[in-house]
């Protein structure tokens, strides 16, 4: 007896899981997606705006920058 009731017992588990994840599914099927092309040509677009101040394109200057070594490493 005991062996049924453990199998009834992953069995509502696995039901539960099952609706869990046809639950999500229903939320992820009904969201409002945006097109992958006005996407990127909306980032594209941002990038060239911002390419001015974007540090990866122009550097950071050596007296502003708190990662730049206070000392130099001198080696015998």
Do not use: W
Not at 11 to 16: A, G, K, R
């Amino acid at each position: 007896m005991s062996g049924k009731t453990c199998s009834s017992s992953s069995s509502s588990s696995s039901v539960i899981h099952a609706q869990k994840l046809v639950d999500q599914l229903r939320v992820e099927a009904s969201m409002e997606r945006i097109k992958i092309s006005l996407t990127a040509a909306d980032l594209v677009r941002y990038c060239q705006d911002h390419r001015r101040s974007d540090p990866l394109l122009t550097g950071i200057a050596a007296s502003s920058n708190p990662f730049k070594d206070k000392k130099t490493c001198v080696l015998l």
